[in-house]
């Protein structure tokens, strides 16, 4: 609600009269017109503070076709990494003085997809940012700017996957089971990609893949065919999230096998939950936040700063290999 005056709900006006400009001045400052002089900019925003004046969103829209609403459209955020990354783009969009609106779904099929996206549209969004992208979600054709969170080439998962592989090497492992996640995401690909790198890179086995959907229950269910590639000779596992490789460590401890003395494994996401597991998980991070931020500048045509690089988070669950 904005601001009142003795019961009047504070306008443009009361703004102008307090900042001795015209109401178009504060028009101009409000919606982020270039061109505005730093110290009139400086008087109308110090006159909003002062009468507490807040901006009707509605309104606004009527008279700039611009809702400064973000759309979201989200799969499986019942995970950690959609949900945070619901959770980033929300304040990336209130740090810009925007708002999301956010359409969930479950489904890969393109035309559920699309008609989560027509939702967002019929809203009047300035643009939408897709989480947990599926390979076959649309991102052109539509009347506002489409974007994958983490960037359509997923360059910097592909980084971080390759991370984990090259602390593995590292550590002397040469036979390295890769446990990815579904193979019709985008975030799950860029994984794979960069395991490939490091495993061509430092000339190393990949002596098995096997596919989880992301959640725990998925990583124990691949343990037995794990197992079978350690008892084979295999040493280590790059697991493309956290969740998958919290239920494969259990899965794996159920058939015997000790992390990190027999297997060590290593996951993605650092969760908040990863430093807790037992034993404590090895993974790489994300700048979330930073992605999040680059998503929102890039629907609104803004010219985005670059995230922060990957970062590897070492634990307990790697060490050299028996």
Do not use: C, K
Request: no cysteine.
């Amino acid at each position: 609600m904005s601001g009142d005056n003795g019961g009047r709900r504070i306008g443009v006006r009361d703004v102008a009269a307090a900042a001795g400009v015209s109401t178009q001045t504060v028009s101009r400052v409000l919606n982020d017109y270039p061109g505005i002089r730093d110290a009139t900019r400086e008087r109308v925003l110090d006159a909003v503070a002062a009468l507490d004046y807040r901006v009707n969103n509605a309104a606004r829209a009527l008279g700039t076709s611009l809702t400064r609403t973000v759309g979201v459209v989200a799969s499986d955020a019942v995970l950690h990494g959609p949900a945070a990354g619901i959770a980033a783009l929300e304040r990336a969009a209130r740090a810009r003085g925007r708002w999301i609106s956010t359409a969930y779904t479950d489904s890969d099929d393109p035309a559920d997809i699309d008609a989560a996206v027509q939702h967002l549209l019929d809203q009047g969004v300035d643009g939408i940012v897709l989480v947990a992208a599926h390979g076959a979600t649309p991102l052109e054709g539509y009347a506002v700017p489409i974007v994958p969170l983490y960037g359509e080439s997923g360059t910097r998962q592909r980084e971080a996957a390759a991370l984990a592989v090259d602390h593995l090497a590292d550590l002397g492992h040469r036979r390295i089971v890769e446990l990815a996640g579904p193979a019709d995401w985008r975030e799950a690909l860029a994984r794979t990609a960069g395991v490939a790198d490091a495993v061509d890179r430092r000339r190393l086995t990949r002596e098995g893949r096997v596919e989880g959907d992301w959640s725990a229950g998925s990583g124990a269910a691949v343990a037995d065919t794990v197992a079978a590639h350690v008892r084979a000779g295999a040493t280590a596992v790059a697991v493309a999230n956290d969740q998958m490789a919290l239920g494969l460590m259990a899965g794996l401890a159920a058939r015997g096998l000790a992390v990190p003395a027999d297997v060590s494994v290593a996951g993605f996401d650092d969760n908040p939950d990863a430093a807790f597991y037992t034993p404590a998980l090895t993974t790489v991070r994300l700048d979330v936040e930073g992605e999040a931020a680059e998503a929102v500048a890039r629907v609104l045509g803004d010219e985005p700063t670059a995230p922060a690089p990957p970062v590897l988070v070492p634990r307990a669950s790697t060490a050299t290999p028996r």
